[in-house]
């Protein structure tokens, strides 16, 4: 069974290293992240995330901002796609 997938923004390597800690597999932010991640990770987000009005992802988009890491896994954990 292969491990669920987030996709992170760059600069928050803090969090990538707990979210693989936690057996994730942790994947950067780009265009076929949007396809395949089962949660996003992102630094702050505003109205119009990524430019798009009508976004290309199911999956949940947890702004990291003023988080710690381990809340963010936790977001991570309750909020993530599943997919059976």
Do not use: C, H, W
């Amino acid at each position: 069974m292969s491990r669920a997938k987030v996709a992170i923004e760059g600069q928050l390597s803090p969090f990538s290293r707990v979210l693989k800690e936690a057996g994730y597999d942790v994947i950067p932010l780009d265009d076929r992240a949007l396809s395949t991640a089962q949660a996003i990770v992102v630094q702050g987000t505003d109205n119009n995330f990524l430019g798009m009005e009508d976004p290309l992802t199911r999956a949940p988009v947890i702004n990291a901002d003023g988080m710690t890491p381990n809340q963010v896994l936790d977001a991570v954990e309750r909020r993530a796609l599943t997919r059976l």
